[in-house]
């Protein structure tokens, strides 16, 4: 089993322009969810999915986009880059996302916006 | 927002000292768990916690969890270089997982 992969592992873009982090599991895992990472903030959960076709916010969504077609794939979409949306962001998947699921990473995107 | 608050932020320890960080949320939690992530890398499940007072022990990590459910403390003794990296607690409600921002561990031989 691969876990959770990641692409691209980095990016640099530039201020308005858009691009897509992929995200795939191949453990059966229904709960997917995106994070990112700041110094100092920890992980912050932008948006998450229970299962394919069902996605919802996190705390931080503003700027991102996701969307579920499959059980394995959770892309998220930046719209429009801001620098504010320089980050690593970390991809996550669970069981079925109860209190009690292991969360397993993958290994990050480390995002810098020009 | 955050439901969990974790201290201290940072901690430099001679190899060999102990050192503790501690989660404390202003609600009772189902439970805890913590993760570790090496620097460079991603964060990986260490334990989970879930009865009230409940103490789990991993070689020389010691996790606790608070009598009342609200706040949990890991405490690793005779660090290690291999123990550098930050530890986070995590916390679950409504379907979200929230972090703590972490303790980062840095660990002088």
């Known amino acids: 089993n691969a876990g959770v992969t990641q692409t691209p592992k980095f990016q640099v873009l530039k201020t308005g322009q858009s691009m897509t982090l992929q995200c795939a599991q191949d453990?059966?895992?229904?709960?997917m969810s995106w994070y990112r990472q700041d110094p100092g903030m920890g992980l912050r959960l932008i948006h998450y999915?229970?299962?394919?076709?069902?996605?919802d916010q996190g705390e931080v969504p503003n700027g991102y986009n996701v969307s579920r077609s499959t059980t394995e794939d959770f892309p998220l979409r930046l719209l429009s880059a801001a620098p504010s949306q320089t980050s690593v962001y970390f991809c996550?998947?669970?069981?079925?996302?109860?209190?009690?699921?292991?969360?397993?990473f993958g290994p990050g995107t480390r995002l810098t916006v020009l | 927002g955050q439901q969990v608050m974790q201290i201290p932020q940072y901690q430099h320890v001679q190899e060999g000292e102990d050192f503790t960080t501690y989660c404390n949320s202003s609600?009772?939690?189902?439970?805890i768990q913590w993760y570790k992530q090496r620097p460079g890398g991603h964060p990986v499940f260490l334990i989970q916690l879930v009865k009230s007072g409940e103490v789990k022990k991993q070689k020389r990590l010691t996790f606790q969890f608070g009598e009342a459910k609200k706040n949990s403390s890991l405490h690793i003794t005779a660090t290690q270089t291999t123990d550098v990296g930050t530890y986070f607690c995590a916390v679950h409600n409504f379907n979200k997982f929230y972090f703590g921002s972490g303790t980062k561990l840095n660990v002088k031989p």
């Open positions: 453990m059966n895992h229904e709960y």
């Open positions: 999915s229970v299962g394919a076709g069902i996605t």
């Open positions: 996550a998947s669970s069981w079925s996302g109860t209190s009690t699921d292991t969360q397993y």
């Open positions: 609600t009772t939690l189902s439970n």
